[in-house]
């Protein structure tokens, strides 16, 4: 079984930053593709970002693109979602997510296998 527990979240204004680690535990991690995933109140779950197991490729959805940037250190067994230039619509709980592989549909939920908690991330204006 795999265990996933985010940190970082918390309240900033627009404009500031974040940055959210996930600690993974219960696998060896290096061999896992990595995804962060948000969800508004009232809406449904989002892609983010995803990272393949070296830290090789990553993709990010169009609304985060050039302002968020995904990342791991296998050594660590993290992997990290560094947020920049926050805006009040990246308001939601932020959730990591483990899959075997990273394919085509990297950006669809159901393609992971585990989910941490979540992590609420607020962004004020």
């Known amino acids: 079984q795999v265990q996933l527990v985010e940190s970082g979240g918390g309240l900033v204004q627009a404009g500031g930053s974040l940055r959210l680690s996930c600690a993974v535990s219960?696998?060896?991690?290096?061999?896992?593709?990595m995804g962060w995933f948000r969800q508004a109140a009232g809406k449904e779950r989002e892609f983010a970002a995803a990272?393949?197991?070296?830290?090789?490729?990553?993709y990010y959805a169009g609304s985060v693109k050039g302002r968020f940037t995904i990342s791991r250190d296998n050594a660590k067994n993290t992997v990290y979602l560094q947020m920049n230039s926050l805006k009040p619509e990246d308001t939601a709980v932020y959730f990591c997510?483990?899959?075997?592989?990273?394919?085509?549909?990297?950006?669809?939920?159901?393609?992971?296998?585990?989910w941490g908690q979540g992590t609420q991330v607020t962004v004020s204006s």
């Open positions: 990272i393949n197991w070296s830290g090789g490729n990553t």
């Open positions: 997510a483990a899959a075997s592989t990273l394919g085509y549909n990297y950006d669809v939920p159901e393609r992971y296998g585990y």
């Open positions: 219960g696998r060896t991690f290096r061999t896992l593709a």
